[in-house]
């Protein structure tokens, strides 16, 4: 009897031990599948507001993620597109001096912002440069160098007391004929704002959105961190690397970006709205802020500033800075110490 | 006995499963080290061609890239990549010179032609430029 009751507990445990294995094996297969798909990513690259787009988005919703994030950015270009006659802004241009026009809140929003920042950056930001990017041929390719007197004439064009916002009726006017918005400096961070929201909406994983140069990191885990490059302005490969967490928006400008030249001289297409000519302190300007709008306009304005400005100008605004300047120096706000990495060139 | 000898075989299967795991993943780490190193050309959005790009060889080769916009011409030789010729207004693209690193991009905006190279081992996530 009690050999029986031995052999039986002995067959028992034998045949479970077997069956625990298979299960366990079956289940850790199962795990990591699962956890394959769900880490695995789907990048997107697209034309959209005159630049390319790249949009890299984790996780079982992906697919949707990216859909939405595709169909806001092009509902945004619709409306700030300069090159699109049916846009916001291109009714707003036409229509200068003549009558108001009637826009969509989002308009309204960025427009609003947009002269926000010009009194925060004591008018180194100006969406009424338009007229002055056309001066210098910026808008067609046709590159001039234009007189002084010719640019005098123009800046008259660029007064931001000309814009005109109604927030009541949704209208805009521009006061004299020939002036002309132009939301380059600003579109692309603003639609991050909003690609920043439908990430968090849709309780994403983990993305990355690179809108014409333009960051936006995220992650689902706040304590994650990403390596962003900042481009070297006159060499390939990166100049620094900032590690940065979810929710940092880095945006650069450069002189590398649209620039002709004459007599050996560079001009770059980030025009001071103050003198009418291309700034020329800095190779290139980095902004890193936790509102895209804000990190666009920044480093529109850091690179016309220059770097000792700049740093004074981020710190008061508590957002960090890099600059390199045209001897490749490097110079970068104190709060970026822990985050930034310079590369060396060997 | 019986009993015994199956868990012998038991423990066999497990370890020949856990041995050839490992080997597995080994292989593919080993494999993964290196210059792996690809140019990827992107059309309007989607994808064109991948070509590797292999530092060392004398090897050059030309491509015609079209696009409905216009198209340019790319030179890939000892691991360095530009663009020669290009039907766009600007020709930034052709100003950029050569990219040979990973993350590097050449893009022709009017043309919607992108140049990058992408690589298995950067830790670089993106580029800000």
């Not at chain 1, 007189?147 to 949704?170: A, G, H, M, Y």
Request: hydrophobic letters at 40%.
């Amino acid at each position: 009897m009690t050999e029986s009751v031995i052999f039986v507990e002995r067959t028992l445990t034998s045949r479970n031990k077997k069956v625990l294995l298979v299960l366990t094996l079956i289940i850790v297969v199962f795990l990591l599948w699962f956890f394959y798909r769900s880490n695995a990513s789907t990048t997107s690259q697209i034309y959209s507001m005159n630049t390319i787009i790249d949009i890299e988005v984790s996780g079982m919703n992906r697919q949707e993620i990216v859909s939405q994030i595709t169909e806001e950015i092009n509902n945004l270009n619709g409306l700030f597109d300069d090159f699109n006659p049916k846009s916001d802004i291109s009714l707003i241009n036409n229509k200068a001096g003549i009558i108001s026009v009637k826009v969509s809140p989002d308009t309204i929003d960025i427009l609003e912002k947009s002269k926000e920042m010009y009194t925060k950056t004591y008018g180194k930001f100006n969406v009424m440069v338009g007229p002055l990017m056309e001066l210098w041929g910026f808008k067609t390719g046709d590159y001039r160098v234009p007189s002084k007197e010719q640019i005098d004439e123009v800046l008259k064009l660029t007064d931001i007391n000309d814009l005109i916002i109604d927030k009541t009726n949704l209208t805009v006017f521009l006061k004299k004929k020939g002036e002309r918005l132009d939301l380059g400096g600003i579109a692309k961070g603003y639609t991050l704002d909003k690609v920043y929201a439908i990430l968090k909406e849709n309780n994403a994983k983990k993305a990355v959105i690179n809108m014409g140069g333009n960051v936006l990191v995220y992650s689902e885990n706040s304590k994650e961190t990403f390596n962003v490059g900042i481009k070297h302005p006159r060499a390939d490969g990166i100049i620094a690397v900032l590690k940065v967490k979810s929710g940092t928006f880095i945006a650069t400008s450069g002189d590398y970006e649209r620039y002709f030249e004459e007599n050996g001289k560079r001009y770059c297409h980030i025009i001071d709205p103050l003198t009418g000519y291309p700034a020329d302190f800095l190779t290139s300007a980095t902004a890193v802020t936790n509102e895209g709008y804000l990190g666009d306009v920044l480093s529109t304005a850091f690179f016309i500033l220059g770097e000792e400005k700049s740093l004074v100008f981020a710190k008061d605004l508590a957002v960090g800075s890099v600059t390199v300047d045209g001897n490749l120096n490097i110079h970068y706000s104190t709060d970026l110490s822990g985050v930034i990495t310079i590369e060396n060139r060997g | 006995m019986g009993l015994l000898q199956l868990r012998t075989g038991d423990k066999i299967i497990l370890i020949i499963v856990i041995v050839s795991l490992v080997c597995g993943i080994s292989l593919r780490i080993l494999f993964a080290n290196g210059s792996s190193k690809i140019v990827l050309i992107m059309v309007d959005g989607k994808l064109f061609e991948e070509i590797p790009l292999s530092v060392n060889t004398g090897h050059n080769e030309d491509i015609l890239v079209e696009s409905k916009e216009g198209y340019l011409s790319v030179e890939i030789s000892n691991g360095k990549v530009r663009v020669t010729d290009s039907t766009c207004k600007d020709k930034l693209c052709i100003k950029e010179g050569e990219i040979s690193k990973v993350g590097d991009t050449i893009i022709c905006l009017p043309n919607r032609i992108s140049i990058s190279i992408i690589g298995e081992n950067s830790n670089i996530d993106t580029v800000s430029y």
